[in-house]
T-cell receptor, first 113, second 112 residues
Framework: KAGVTQTPRYLIKTRGQQVTLSCSPI?????VSWYQQTPGQGLQFLFE???????NKGNFPGRFSGRQFSNSRSEMNVSTLELGDSALYLC????????????FGQGTRLTVV | SQQGEEDPQALSIQEGENATMNCSYK?????LQWYRQNSGRGLVHLIL?????REKHSGRLRVTLDTSKKSSSLLITASRAADTASYFC????????????FGQGTTLQVKP
């Protein structure tokens, strides 16, 4: 069974631009969550989707948004990029919401210059 | 904000020795999961222990959970150089969400 696939793996953007990251969950998994990892703040929850609906959102500005498609694939978008958005963005896939194992992809390394 | 605090922040041992990492958390949980991360890559799921379980094993890994002390430990026995990585605990506080709250992690170096 294929794992969680995130694309692209690496990305360099300029301040003010926007970016879209993609995540394909494990086949059969319907829950997708996104996390931001930085050296200073560690791993922080961005949002969670299940059945195309956002079920939970972390404490991030509105520039961070996401969506989930009917095939459970998810995208997250960051608009008006800031230098501080440079981070590793990780996607996690679960069978259901809560109380179950979450499996992560390799992440997208975003660098904002 | 981080729920988990991990101890120690860094650990260096020789191959063949055991490594123990501890994680403390603040609120009640449904379950606690341990992950490994190699050099800024993705997180590899190691083990999940539910709040009604006290101990769980998987290969060379042993995880304990003490809900009265709000703490967990991960023991890696007979460590190998390939175990060199950062280890994180993550808690799931509610059955209604998959949101995980991570600790800051323990960086383990296993010297050959």
């Amino acid at each position: 069974k294929a794992g969680v696939t995130q694309t692209p793996r690496y990305l360099i953007k300029t301040r003010g631009q926007q970016v879209t990251l993609s995540c394909s969950p494990i086949s059969g998994h319907r829950s997708v969550s996104w996390y931001q990892q930085t050296p200073g703040q560690g791993l922080q929850f961005l949002f969670e989707y299940f059945s195309e609906t956002q079920r939970n959102k972390g404490n991030f500005p509105g520039r961070f948004s996401g969506r989930q498609f009917s095939n459970s694939r998810s995208e997250m978008n960051v608009s008006t990029l800031e230098l501080g958005d440079s981070a590793l963005y990780l996607c996690a896939s679960s069978l259901q919401i809560g109380n179950t194992e979450a499996f992560f992809g390799q992440g997208t390394r975003l660098t904002v210059v | 904000s981080q729920q988990g605090e991990e101890d120690p922040q860094a650990l260096s041992i020789q191959e063949g020795e055991n490594a123990t990492m501890n994680c403390s958390y603040k609120t009640s949980i449904n379950n606690l999961q341990w992950y490994r991360q190699n050099s800024g890559r993705g997180l590899v799921h190691l083990i999940l222990i539910r709040s009604n379980e006290r101990e769980k094993h998987s290969g060379r890994l042993r995880v304990t959970l003490d809900t009265s002390k709000k703490s967990s430990s991960l023991l890696i026995t007979a460590s190998r150089a390939a175990d060199t990585a950062s280890y994180f605990c993550a808690t799931d506080n509610s059955g209604n969400t998959g949101k995980l709250i991570f600790g800051q992690g323990t960086t383990l170096q296993v010297k050959p």
